[in-house]
């Protein structure tokens, strides 16, 4: 039978004295006096020792001295517990003088989400210091062995002579050998001179071992939340560009703000590419940043390839302000490096900006300071060194009554015509406006503005002022219906929009220069209409939309036609199929300028999509794909893009994923009207976030 005491220490020992080493025999009566008289003696020196320790064993040995227990013996399943540690084994000695214990037998040391299993344990309660020998350490996904684990205060741990692995396997199908591997209380595992190694054969007796990669140094945050990221991805592979190629990535946790990757890249007709990247990531979220670098001289035209950029982000609240800084540089080689090098990157930004933005942003008003410069001669950029914004939102003068302004001064700096122009800029815009529901049902806003501007050159380089009026009327309301259907319930939402602006310029543009959007106004009067429909299903007191179609063009008075229509329709009637389109209509040209639709269907182990991306003399392509998830272990990707107007096929790529238990792989076959590749793809299971930065120029083209 098990004995169990939760409180002391003092109380179950004095307990286990009484019921092992006296036993109750038929004079139980006076036994049972004298022992009570034993307990009332020693109660009173033993309570005032007393320590916060509960344990649990099958069997226990006390031993005495002085009228105190010095010594206490547990054995059988063993259990101890102190705080946030407990220790389990199959013996357990505990002396209470100098507070070592000493635990044999089946050892489990946990503290922390952290367990480590060993055959033998010398642990100090009062120092919170000891040592394993033999161990097995656990804090998934991150497993490991040493030879011993030596426990140090506030939780940290030192392994020797062992390894770490993500691989839950024994033994693993890789591990990171080092001599001293440290676990930090902040949930940090740091090493120096790592060995990487994977495991030859499953059928080796012993387990082979190849060693593929040396690492100096290496850090990992335990905590798969904050850091997922794989520390090591490597792809290998073949394309007609860039011939036989090994690209690799190793990412560090230096702390918990801050993430370091490393990148070595082997291609056979470029030569080698080395980079760096560094990212900030603080608590809260609010404040992030990244450095990225890289470097090759390649191999085939000599030429220096690099990129050398950094982003920063950070928002923050003070004095009941909020406070936004904001900045971006990227200094490319040439403008063809992100698309040869990184396309997905280039898919993103294809001009990457860089600046420097700062706002601050009261309940009652808005500035902003912006500087922004040409850092790539062969970007076009409109400089803005710098450029100040003051605004006042929506102010309620009296009833119905409103007021809003806004004003910048901005210095100006862009090639134009071959000839690089400047000019200060000076800009105050002042708008009233009212608004009121009229009949429960008609919404009805009329404003008026004016907007005075003040250039220090013109075209012929003299200064300008120009000035303009702008009135107009804004219309609106809201109608819907309920309806029901296959014992369904639904509304129809219509809300239809009408809005008359007038604007008169007293300067023409033809004489300012073009710097932005803003040189470029001109007096019109014209009418907007817009129309929205919408069908939703009420669950639950929610709605769930199922359609919305958005029906948006301007009529010109002054020209008298129509200018431009767009349409925005989203589709999704049923829970596994979807339907989104945007489109924009020149009508004067009768022609579409852009559209992008994208269908898709998905079931459990299926997913198929169907994209079309048009621009007016531009791309036209089909895109579609299928995704199928063949059993756990297997998945399939193919996917293609179709050229319309040249009726052949732009890119088309196959993927073929493969489960391998702690490692996740892929091998692609991508084939362009540039060039075609063969690629595998290899990362951890714990750290599904495989950061290496791919040549893929599968997708949408522009």
């Known amino acids: 039978m098990a004995i169990q005491k939760r409180d002391c220490f003092t109380e179950p020992v004095l307990s286990e004295i009484l019921r092992l080493r006296l036993r109750m025999t038929s004079e139980g009566f006076a036994m049972t006096a004298i022992l009570s008289i034993i307990i009332l003696v020693l109660s009173s020196s033993l309570f005032a020792e007393e320590i916060p320790i509960s344990w649990k064993a099958e069997k226990s040995e006390s031993y005495v001295e002085n009228n105190k227990i010095v010594k206490v013996i547990l054995k059988g399943n063993v259990e101890i517990k102190k705080r946030f540690l407990i220790i389990k084994a199959d013996e357990i000695i505990?002396?209470?003088?100098?507070?070592?214990?000493?635990?044999?037998?089946?050892?489990?040391?946990l503290q922390k989400g952290k367990r480590i299993e060993g055959k033998e344990l010398l642990y100090n309660l009062s120092g919170e210091s000891g040592f394993l020998k033999d161990v097995k350490f656990f804090s998934p996904p991150w497993y490991g062995k040493a030879k011993e684990a030596q426990i140090e205060k506030k939780g940290e741990y030192l392994l020797k002579d062992g390894y770490i692995t993500t691989c839950n396997h024994d033994p693993p199908h890789y591990r990171l050998k080092a001599k001293r591997i440290k676990v930090s209380v902040d949930n940090k595992i740091e090493a120096k001179k790592i060995t990487f190694c994977i495991r030859r054969s499953p059928i080796d007796k012993p387990p082979r071992e190849i060693p593929i990669l040396y690492l100096p140094y290496y850090s990992q945050n335990l905590d798969i939340k904050k850091e997922a990221e794989s520390f090591l991805t490597f792809v290998p592979g073949y394309s007609s560009e860039w011939g036989v190629y090994l690209l690799t990535a190793v990412n560090t946790f230096l702390n918990p703000y801050f993430n370091a990757s490393y990148y070595l890249d082997f291609r056979e007709k470029k030569g080698v590419g080395i980079g760096f990247d560094l990212k900030k990531k603080p608590k809260g979220e609010k404040e992030e940043g990244n450095l990225k670098t890289y470097y090759l001289k390649e191999r085939?035209?000599?030429?220096?390839?690099y990129q050398v950029s950094y982003k920063y982000r950070n928002v923050w609240e003070k004095d009941e302000r909020d406070l936004t800084l904001l900045s971006e540089m990227h200094k490319l080689s040439d403008n063809e490096f992100l698309k040869d090098y990184f396309y997905e990157d280039y898919l993103e930004e294809k001009q990457p900006r860089s600046y420097l933005f700062f706002s601050e942003r009261k309940a009652e008003r808005f500035l902003g300071f912006l500087a922004r410069g040409r850092i790539n001669d062969f970007y076009p950029v409109t400089e803005r060194l710098p450029e100040m914004n003051l605004s006042f939102p929506l102010q309620k003068l009296g009833k119905n009554l409103y007021f809003r302004s806004e004003t910048n001064m901005v210095n100006l700096r862009k090639e134009i015509e071959g000839e690089?122009?400047?000019?200060?800029?000076?800009?105050?815009?002042?708008?009233?406006?009212?608004?009121?529901?009229?009949?429960?049902w008609l919404n009805v806003r009329p404003h008026v503005g004016s907007r005075f501007t003040f250039y220090s050159e013109d075209k012929e380089g003299k200064a300008a002022f120009r000035s303009l009026g702008e009135a107009g009327l804004d219309l609106g309301t809201k109608f819907q219906k309920p309806f029901t259907m296959r014992s369904s319930s639904f509304t129809h939402i219509v809300e239809p929009g009408l809005s008359f602006d007038y604007r008169e310029v007293f300067h023409s543009p033809e004489e300012?220069?073009?710097?932005?959007?803003?040189?470029?106004?001109?007096?019109?009067?014209?009418?907007?209409?817009?129309?929205?429909?919408?069908?939703?299903?009420?669950?639950?007191?929610?709605?769930?939309?199922?359609?919305?179609?958005?029906?948006?063009?301007?009529?010109?008075?002054r020209k008298s036609r129509f200018e431009d229509a767009s349409l925005i329709l989203d589709l999704t009637p049923r829970g596994n199929w979807s339907f989104h389109n945007e489109s924009d209509y020149d009508i004067?040209?009768?022609c579409w300028k852009t559209s992008t639709s994208g269908f898709s269907w998905w079931k459990e182990r299926y997913t198929f999509?169907?994209?079309?991306?048009?621009?007016?003399?531009?791309?036209?392509?089909?895109?579609?794909?299928?995704?199928?998830?063949i059993n756990p272990k297997w998945q399939m990707r193919l996917a293609t893009s179709y050229r319309l107007k040249e009726k052949d096929f732009r890119n088309s790529e196959l993927t073929v994923?493969?489960?391998?238990?702690?490692?996740?792989?892929?091998?692609?076959?991508?084939?362009?009207?540039?060039?075609?590749?063969?690629f595998l793809t290899f990362y951890l299971t714990a750290f599904p976030n495989s950061k290496i930065r791919m040549k893929s120029k599968f997708g949408r083209q522009g």
Do not use: M
């Open 94 to 109: 505990y002396n209470r003088e100098t507070g070592d214990i000493w635990a044999r037998g089946k050892v489990v040391f």
């Open 300 to 305: 085939d035209t000599n030429e220096n390839r």
């Open 420 to 440: 690089t122009k400047s000019s200060l800029r000076l800009d105050a815009f002042n708008e009233i406006s009212s608004s009121k529901r009229y009949g429960g």
């Open 512 to 557: 300012l220069l073009n710097f932005d959007s803003l040189d470029d106004i001109q007096s019109d009067k014209y009418i907007t209409g817009q129309l929205i429909n919408r069908i939703c299903l009420r669950q639950e007191q929610k709605k769930l939309e199922l359609l919305r179609l958005n029906l948006k063009s301007h009529y010109s008075l």
């Open 588 to 590: 004067p040209e009768g």
């Open 609 to 629: 999509n169907l994209s079309h991306y048009y621009q007016n003399k531009g791309v036209n392509d089909l895109v579609p794909s299928i995704y199928w998830k």
């Open 657 to 678: 994923y493969r489960d391998l238990h702690c490692w996740q792989s892929s091998i692609s076959f991508s084939r362009s009207s540039e060039e075609t590749s063969v």
